[in-house]
């Protein structure tokens, strides 16, 4: 789906490209992307849009803080994983996690430890008031599910009903109106949160 590409493009391009990325990967506009790629069932747009995103902020990495370098790092990657996920790649997926856990230490910073083994193997560091601990934690519980549908797809013992659905499942017309509907949606985020009178039409 290029409209997927053509409608981020049309609406991050026309101002401040970094700006844009730090209004779309906050609330309300965060939770509009999930949302559209959900909907949109579009890995590969997603991809596509991890790309473009990746390329935006290499163009302007000499303007961006370490911490900030990191933080849009982590936001792509969870978006990249999405994407695998929705793909059904699960080879992709685990390579992706793996490398992601084992290379890059970005933390979360949580005020206390918590009683739970999951939670203890993804705990970076701490000290007297905080416990550092690696993003990729919220995101294990999705990561020992791929682990288990990549097992039984190795075993051909993986029913298609544990598989995400992808939009050639759906008629064209159904792709248009969920299209339309998220530029909807869209347009209203972007006029009644930010002031912002946006027609991608």
């Known amino acids: 789906m290029n409209e997927s590409l053509e409608l981020f493009q049309n609406l991050i391009g026309n101002?401040?490209?970094?700006?844009?990325?730090?209004?779309?990967?906050?609330?309300?506009?965060?939770?509009?992307?999930?949302?559209?790629?959900?909907?949109?069932?579009?890995?590969?747009?997603?991809?596509?849009?991890?790309?473009?995103?990746?390329?935006?902020?290499?163009?302007?990495?000499?303007?961006?803080?370490?911490?900030?370098?990191?933080?849009?790092?982590?936001?792509?990657?969870?978006?990249e994983l999405s994407a695998y996920d929705r793909a059904n790649d699960f080879d992709r997926y685990i390579a992706l996690f793996e490398d992601t856990r084992k290379n890059k230490l970005y933390a979360n910073r949580y005020a206390e430890g918590?009683?739970?083994?999951?939670?203890?193997?993804?705990v970076l560091g701490k000290d007297d008031r905080t416990t550092y601990v690696h993003f990729l934690y919220t995101e294990d519980y999705r990561y020992q599910i791929i682990l288990r549908k990549k097992a039984r797809q190795d075993a051909g013992k993986l029913p298609k009903t544990m598989l995400r659905h992808q939009p050639e499942d759906l008629p064209t017309e159904e792709i248009t109106g969920r299209f339309e509907y998220m530029q909807w949606i869209l347009s209203t985020i972007l006029r009644e949160d930010y002031g912002y009178d946006w027609n991608y039409k």
């Open 114 to 122: 918590r009683d739970d083994p999951v939670f203890n193997q993804y």
């Open 15 to 79: 101002g401040n490209y970094l700006d844009a990325l730090r209004m779309l990967f906050h609330y309300p506009l965060g939770m509009w992307l999930d949302m559209y790629f959900t909907k949109m069932r579009d890995a590969k747009g997603l991809l596509r849009f991890v790309s473009f995103c990746r390329d935006i902020v290499d163009g302007e990495k000499d303007s961006i803080s370490p911490e900030e370098l990191e933080r849009f790092d982590a936001v792509l990657i969870g978006l």
